[in-house]
């Protein structure tokens, strides 16, 4: 009933950048929360960052800095920039939301299949 689809992954030089967006639809009331989190091959998956319907936002330390946030609560929409981007930085990046499908049910949270980010030279 509700899907995140990321775009905007690729190959990038170091030093480089790239701009993510993940759109959410289906049956939506609001969203609380929506961000990004990556998994690099052997590794466990991470936040990188995170903004609430309150503006709060949170980075992960290694992209303090380099990586931007932003949503459009209109569109349903959550973008990052990445700026600066770092062979370390190559992963799959996951979209992630916590909603809800009406005023009355409970938030709850779901993730998108993830675009690959490949910073290489």
């Known amino acids: 009933q509700v899907q995140l689809v990321e775009s905007g992954g690729g190959l990038v030089q170091p030093g480089g950048s790239l701009r993510l967006s993940c759109a959410a639809s289906g049956s939506i009331f609001d969203i609380n929360t929506m961000g990004w989190y990556r998994q690099a091959p052997g590794k466990g998956r991470e936040l990188v960052a995170v903004?609430?319907?309150?503006?709060?936002?949170n980075y992960a330390d290694s992209v303090k800095g380099r990586f931007t946030i932003s949503r459009d609560d209109a569109k349903k929409m959550v973008y990052l920039q990445m700026d600066s981007l770092k062979p370390e930085d190559t992963a799959v990046y996951l979209c992630?939301?916590?909603?809800?499908?009406?005023?009355?049910?409970?938030?709850?949270?779901?993730w998108g299949k993830g675009t690959l980010v490949t910073v290489s030279s």
């Open positions: 903004t609430t319907s309150g503006d709060t936002t």
């Open positions: 992630y939301a916590v909603l809800r499908h009406t005023y009355y049910t409970s938030y709850f949270s779901t």
